[in-house]
Nanobody
Framework: QVQLVESGGGLVQPGGSLRLSCVASGRPFSSYVMGWFRQAPGKEREFVAA????????YYADSVKGRFTISRDTVKNTVDLQMNNLKAEDTAVYYC?????????????????????WGQGTQVTVSS
């Protein structure tokens, strides 16, 4: 079974930075797409970023382009999300996700239903 475990969430002031990490285990991930979603109270789960395990192609929601960077370490089996210049509207539970082969096409990846595995989530709160 695939297991995803996030860490790194916390309380940060506006303009600050956080780095989230996701440890992936249970399967070889060479054919997977990995990603991050977030969900604020009363809101739908929102796509943040994705990365191909092999090749490293990245995809970002417009709301985080230029501020967030997704990366992966293929040796450690980790997926990270570096978040800079955080804003109050970034406050949410952040979830690591995995799209197993056959992976969804890029246009569908923004929908949570396209993803197969999820972590437990880690809270990010941006407040002064």
């Amino acid at each position: 079974q695939v297991q995803l475990v996030e860490s790194g969430g916390g309380l940060v002031q506006p303009g600050g930075s956080l780095r989230l990490s996701c440890v992936a285990s249970g399967r070889p991930f060479s054919s997977y797409v990995m990603g991050w979603f977030r969900q604020a109270p009363g809101k739908e789960r929102e796509f943040v970023a994705a990365i191909r395990w092999t090749g490293g192609n990245t995809y970002y929601a417009d709301s985080v382009k230029g501020r967030f960077t997704i990366s992966r370490d293929t040796v450690k089996n980790t997926v990270d999300l570096q978040m800079n210049n955080l804003k109050a509207e970034d406050t949410a539970v952040y979830y690591c996700a995995a799209d197993a082969p056959p992976t969804a096409i890029t246009s569908q990846r923004r929908f949570p239903s396209a993803w197969d595995y999820w972590g437990q989530g880690t809270q990010v709160t941006v407040s002064s």
